[in-house]
């Protein structure tokens, strides 16, 4: 089993800055991707930035060039950057992870959220 934990979240002004942290947890065998998702109130969650083990990124079209997204395989860990955060920045937000556990299943977990609000 496959334990995810997010980390720092919280209040921040517009044009602030925030790093969110998640580590993953488990008889991990293997990490394939890592990426941060996120749910505004009445909204879908929506994917704001992947990372594979190998470094390839993937950014959703509204934080590009705001957000920066980075992983350290050794912990297993993904850090999420956001710089000049805007109220439509606020949401919960979510870490995935998918990969091998030890034994060959693949397995594919989220965690149980951060709240991030941007507001003035």
């Known amino acids: 089993q496959v334990q995810i934990v997010e980390s720092g979240g919280g209040l921040v002004q517009p044009g602030g800055s925030l790093r969110l942290s998640c580590a993953a947890s488990?008889?991990?065998?293997?990490?394939?991707?890592m990426g941060w998702y996120r749910q505004a109130p009445g909204k879908q969650r929506e994917l704001v930035a992947t990372i594979t083990s190998g470094g390839s990124t993937n950014y959703a079209d509204s934080v590009k060039g705001r957000f920066t997204i980075s992983r350290d395989n050794a912990k297993n860990t993904v850090y999420l950057q956001m710089n000049s955060l805007k109220p439509e920045d606020t949401a919960v937000y979510y870490c995935?992870?998918?990969?091998?556990?030890?034994?060959?299943?693949?397995?594919?977990?989220w965690g149980q959220g951060t709240q991030v609000t941007v507001s003035s």
């Open positions: 995935n992870a998918h990969g091998e556990v030890v034994g060959g299943t693949r397995f594919g977990s």
């Open positions: 488990g008889s991990i065998f293997s990490i394939y991707a």
